[in-house]
């Protein structure tokens, strides 16, 4: 059965140091992973996205992620957090196959102290 | 322009009423979904429907029925609601069943 574990509910991070949110996934086959923000009282944001290709992404405002295959991992990263970076942030996983379901884990808090 | 809205923004209801939430998106995409948040913030996907074709029936409780008139729109009625149906319920749509969501801003239903 597809899983997504989000393993740490709250991440503190001083601002101006790096960040990481750390996403592991079961899946049979090559995943779609995504990464999305939530903002108090709004819906989510799409991040970035893993389809095939290079193992390192790019998304919206300066997070970057890194496909690991060996390890099941899509940790988010940035390299210099800012405060307005403090949001829930939601990794997701769907398989190739034709189930069609995307499956969110439970989402990490991420605080930037200033 | 709003890509992906929802109405109403806020629900507050009795127990046993039936109520429905509608959710429209402009971005002229195929698939749609509905996703139940519940007070932890965790995000539980309900339905989904791919060229008005539902494609993902997760298990709910019958009383939730979803509707689709056409691509741009997909409905999500709620017979007898209970006190656990409280949550915020979300809208996404997709250009297709693997590309990234864009979520509506969420309807919170409040049952008392």
């Known amino acids: 059965a597809q899983s997504v574990a989000q393993p740490e509910d709250q991440v503190n991070v001083a601002e101006g140091n790096p960040l990481t949110v750390k996403c592991t996934y079961s899946?049979?086959?090559?995943?779609?992973l995504f990464w999305y923000v939530q903002y108090p009282n709004r819906g989510l944001q799409f991040l970035l996205k893993y389809i095939t290709g290079d193992n390192l992404v790019k998304g919206s405002y300066g997070f970057e992620a890194e496909f690991n295959k060996s390890q099941t991992s899509f940790h988010l990263k940035k390299p210099s957090a800012l405060v307005s970076d403090s949001a829930l942030y939601f990794c997701?996983?769907?398989?190739?196959?034709?189930?069609?379901?995307?499956?969110f884990g439970t989402g990490t808090r991420l605080k930037v102290l200033a | 322009d709003t890509a992906v809205s929802q109405t109403p923004k806020y629900l507050v209801t009795q127990m046993g009423n039936d109520k429905s939430i509608k959710c429209e998106q402009n971005l002229g995409h195929d698939t749609m979904y509905w996703y139940k948040q519940d007070s932890k913030k965790f995000l539980k996907i309900m339905f989904s429907?791919?060229?008005?074709?539902?494609?993902i029936n997760e298990t709910v409780p019958n009383r939730f029925s979803p509707k689709s008139p056409d691509k741009a729109h997909l409905n999500l009625h709620i017979n007898s609601l209970e006190l656990g149906d409280s949550a915020v319920y979300f809208c996404?749509?997709?250009?297709?069943?693997?590309?990234?969501?864009?979520f509506g801003p969420g309807t919170r239903l409040t049952v008392l």
């Open positions: 997701a996983v769907r398989d190739r196959s034709g189930t069609y379901k995307y499956i």
């Open positions: 996404a749509s997709s250009q297709d069943t693997a590309h990234e969501q864009f």
């Open positions: 429907y791919n060229n008005k074709e539902l494609i």
């Open positions: 899946v049979s086959g090559n995943p779609y």
